[in-house]
């Protein structure tokens, strides 16, 4: 079956734009997380959807959002660009939720902020 | 906050041998772990998990203990190949979250 399809693989923005994300989870999976990493800091959390409710926020500004949809497809949204925002943005899928189970990761989107 | 941390950035094997990559973690309160490789270009991939009642658990030339007397987690692949050399991240959830907190990464590098 189809993994975790994450749009666009690759994008650049300039500092002040916005920039939307698009990830299509395993089907059947109902959650769908977030997660940004950066050579410095790892993996880090920034939020999970279940049935179109946001579960779970980890410590991102506001300028971080994201949604679900009716199909657990899930979009992210990062507002007023800044140059440290350049990151691989993962999206990972699973069942009910991390604690009950793994994560299935996409590929990712790199997003370059110049 | 969580922290998850790895002893070491890099480790360098020779093919064949055995490889050991540890991890140490914060949360005493943690229910799951998994362990991830991350290859260049791709995403993070699934290894091998194990759960707090559990010391031990074996895979296909992975072993994974964990010792939570000193929060500690280890990843042991065997007879070590080319194809292992990635990233290696450990992961866990708390008993009370839903969220994998995960650590910085250790670089696997396999010498042919």
């Known amino acids: ?114 | 906050g969580e922290s998850v941390g790895l002893h070491l950035p890099t480790l360098s094997v020779q093919e064949g041998d055995n490889s050991i990559i540890n991890c140490a973690y914060s949360n005493s309160a943690s229910d799951y772990f998994i362990w991830y490789k991350q290859e260049s270009g791709k995403g993070p991939q699934f290894i091998i998990d194990i759960r707090s009642n559990m010391d031990k658990r074996q895979g296909q030339r992975v072993t994974v203990l964990l010792n939570k007397t000193v929060k500690h987690l280890s990843l042991q692949i065997a007879a070590t190949q080319p194809g292992d050399s990635a990233v290696y991240f450990c992961a866990e959830i708390p008993f009370t979250g839903n969220q994998f907190y995960f650590g910085t990464g250790t670089s696997l590098t396999v010498i042919p």
Request: glycine content about 12%.
């Open chain 1, 1 to 114: 079956k189809a993994g975790v399809t994450q749009t666009p693989r690759y994008l650049i923005k300039t500092r002040g734009q916005q920039v939307t994300l698009s990830c299509s989870p395993i089907s059947g999976h109902r959650s769908v997380s977030w997660y940004q990493q950066t050579p410095g800091q790892g993996l880090q959390f920034l939020f999970e959807y279940f049935s179109e409710t946001q579960r779970n926020k980890g410590n991102f500004p506001g300028r971080f959002s994201g949604r679900q949809f009716s199909n657990s497809r899930s979009e992210m949204n990062v507002s007023t660009l800044e140059l440290g925002d350049s990151a691989l943005y993962l999206c990972a899928s699973s069942w009910t939720g991390a604690s009950t189970g793994e994560l299935f990761f996409g590929e990712g989107s790199r997003l370059t902020v110049l």
